[in-house]
T-cell receptor
Framework: DVKVTQSSRYLVKRTGEKVFLECVQDMDHENMFWYRQDPGLGLRLIYFSYDVKMKEKGDIPEGYSVSREKKERFSLILESASTNQTSMYLC???????????FGPGTRLTVT | AQKVTQAQTEISVVEKEDVTLDCVYE???????LFWYKQPPSGELVFLIR??????QNEISGRYSWNFQKSTSSFNFTITASQVVDSAVYFC?????????????FGAGTILRVKS
């Protein structure tokens, strides 16, 4: 079974802090994704990566950056957290051809 | 541009009732993929089905069935004889074949509550 893990289930940070969300997958997938989930808006793509050190902006990249130094790990970085970044963050991975994405359990981030 | 609409924000049913979750999509591509995911209270999205645009056959898997109609751009999901364990948020999603990196566009989700 594909396993996607995220470093924290719940996180509380203060405004202005730098925040790191980590995601690790164990299936050698090329593609990895970061989404945020907000009520009434579904999941929106922040960034994705199709290979090590490669990244592409999604629909809402502002205020975020990413890092992919190793194939299995994809990090989401909030350079200076703001209250409007309070949300559920979901990581996913997939093979290039399958289209099907496998999701981690999510990190519920609260910025106060 | 791609778009997925799930007009039903929340549905409540009593156990053993049948329930249909609606999904309408927009795309300019002739080749695309449609998905349904389930998000139980634990939070992790669970893949349910993928359908490509050339396969309009309906699919049945146990109590779940999917009705894909290109003529109305709909991909509806029916749960027969619902159970309390079906309570979850259900997402419909679209991926265009030409889209590099197989990005998904999600609908807003439908909250399904099944009461005993």
């Amino acid at each position: 079974d594909v396993k996607v893990t995220q470093s924290s289930r719940y996180l509380v940070k203060r405004t202005g802090e730098k925040v790191f969300l980590e995601c690790v997958q164990d299936m050698d997938h090329e593609n990895m994704f970061w989404y945020r989930q907000d009520p009434g808006l579904g999941l929106r793509l922040i960034y994705f990566s199709y290979d090590v050190k490669m990244k592409e902006k999604g629909d809402i990249p502002e205020g975020y950056s990413v890092s992919r130094e190793k194939k299995e790990r994809f990090s989401l970085i909030l350079e200076s957290a703001s209250t409007n970044q309070t949300s559920m963050y979901l990581c996913a991975s997939s093979l290039p051809s399958s289209k099907e994405q496998y999701f981690g359990p999510g990190t519920r981030l609260t910025v106060t | 541009a791609q778009k997925v609409t799930q007009a039903q924000t929340e549905i409540s049913v009593v156990e053993k009732e049948d329930v249909t979750l609606d999904c309408v999509y927009e795309t300019r591509d002739t080749t695309y993929y449609l998905f349904w995911y389930k998000q139980p209270p634990s939070g992790e999205l669970v893949f349910l089905i993928r359908r490509n645009s050339f396969d309009e056959q309906n699919e049945i898997s146990g109590r779940y069935s999917w009705n894909f109609q290109k003529s109305t751009s709909s991909f509806n999901f029916t749960i027969t004889a619902s159970q309390v364990v079906d309570s979850a948020v259900y997402f419909c999603a679209l991926s265009e074949a030409q889209e590099y990196g197989n990005k998904l566009v999600f609908g807003a989700g439908t909250i399904l509550r099944v009461k005993s």
